[in-house]
């Protein structure tokens, strides 16, 4: 069941680069979507979020950006920084209080 | 900044025995979910707990599985007869309402 699939498994980015991780969905009863960073043998930590009535938000060096049409959505982190490097999960649920379902993942490695 | 509280950070159990993983969600929090990540494989969902009872669970919360929320503060989840599969990280979270999730750091089980 792939409902939320994140193809790249990893990204290599230099310091102060852009960083754009990719997320697509199946499931058009979606309309909130999270993206959480995880380091290893901690929990998920929220970074940013969006609801489907809206195609940007911003926080920080955070940017996320929904195409509805196409069900995709990225995460952009300018600049990268070293303590970005982590695995980064794209996440989705369709309603209020409803489960999350996650991707598998992509790892993120910035390089000095 | 609140956080959702797990213990133990690592549980050893033998294969048959019984265990309960702890959790104290955030305290104006209305939805809690348990949450599993076996290593090297994505975040998956188990079940959500809301108004004192399960709104959700997955085909992996069997007969095997419980969740409780004893005393309004705590919520547990229990595996009465673990199995080797058993072992990963456990999450706990918790949600206001709408907006973001906020999960806990985990126990490590460890099935042996």
């Known amino acids: 069941d792939q409902q939320v699939k994140q193809n790249s498994p990893s990204l290599s980015v230099q310091e102060g680069r852009i960083s754009i991780l990719n997320c697509d969905y199946t499931?058009?009863?979606?309309?909130?979507f999270l993206w959480y960073k995880k380091y290893p043998a901690e929990g998920p930590t929220f970074l940013i979020s969006?609801?489907?009535?809206?195609d940007k938000n911003e926080d920080g060096r955070f940017t996320v950006f929904l195409n509805k049409s196409a069900k995709h959505l990225s995460l952009h982190i300018v600049p990268s920084q070293p303590g970005d490097s982590a695995v980064y999960f794209c996440?989705?649920?369709?309603?209020?209080?409803?489960?999350?379902?996650f991707g598998t993942g992509t790892q993120l490695k910035v390089e000095l | 900044e609140p956080e959702v509280t797990q213990t133990p950070s690592h549980q050893v159990t033998q294969m048959g025995q019984e265990v309960i993983l702890r959790c104290v969600p955030i305290?104006?929090?209305?939805?809690f979910y348990w949450y599993r990540q076996i290593l090297g494989q994505k975040v998956e969902f188990l079940v959500s707990?809301?108004?004192?009872?399960?709104?959700?669970k997955s085909e992996i919360f069997d007969d095997q599985f419980s969740v409780e929320r004893p005393d309004g503060s705590n919520f547990t989840l229990k595996i009465r007869s673990t199995k080797l599969e058993d072992s990963a990280m456990y999450f706990c979270?918790?949600?206001?309402?709408?907006?973001?999730?906020?999960f806990g750091s985990g126990t490590r089980l460890t099935v042996v």
């Open positions: 707990f809301y108004n004192n009872e399960i709104s959700e």
């Open positions: 979270a918790s949600k206001a309402g709408h907006g973001g999730y906020t």
């Open positions: 305290s104006n929090h209305l939805y």
């Open positions: 996440a989705a649920s369709a309603g209020g209080g409803n489960k999350l379902t």
């Open positions: 499931n058009s009863m979606f309309d909130y």
């Open positions: 969006i609801s489907s009535i809206k």
